[in-house]
């Protein structure tokens, strides 16, 4: 299969995009479609029924994750072939403006489910590896304003650029920048929020 570049950045627009990936089918799409395949060949890798990975690849095309990037005539019919658009999956500037905290808080709480769910996995049986290769890191840094946002770009920066590797392993990188309460503040109850 020809591989067609993935992007080493995907701005997604939308909350609705976001809540696309709420699925863990869809998220396991997403994973795998690094590589190019058609919906058969992602339905073998994943172990469920074709016509589930067309529901869901459906959807992530309708919100621009994925897209065709070859059709191919087939025993009378098309078959198409699929790929991630974009490694990175990010809010842009107009979803920021958009959505505001609610949509960024949002999606930072999909991140931190999806990320947790990562993580446990890795140490599960099967893995030789387990987490005796993870690293986990949480730190708080007091930085202006103008040094935070440049840690963030860099953080991308670096990601983009060891994107480009093609290694047999898949990593899984999550991480948050993001201004933290005072200490004061800190100190205050936190308001009490249902369940989104």
Known sequence: MTHTDVAPILELHTLEAFQALRSEPRLRLVEILVEPQTARDAAARLGVPVTRVYHHLNVLLEHGVVRV????????????????????????????????????????????????????????????????????????LHLTEARRDELAARLQELIADFAEDTGPGATSVFFAVHPMRSVREENRPAPVRGDE
């Open 69 to 140: 990037v070859e059709t191919r005539a087939k025993r009378g019919s098309e078959e198409r072939v699929f790929q991630l658009v974009g490694r990175t999956l990010v809010p842009s500037e107009a979803f920021a403006e958009e959505f505001g905290n609610d949509g960024i808080r949002a999606v930072g709480a999909l991140g931190f489910r999806h990320a947790e769910a990562r993580f446990l996995n890795a140490s599960t049986a099967g893995n030789e590896a387990g987490l005796s290769q993870a690293t986990v890191l949480l730190s708080s």
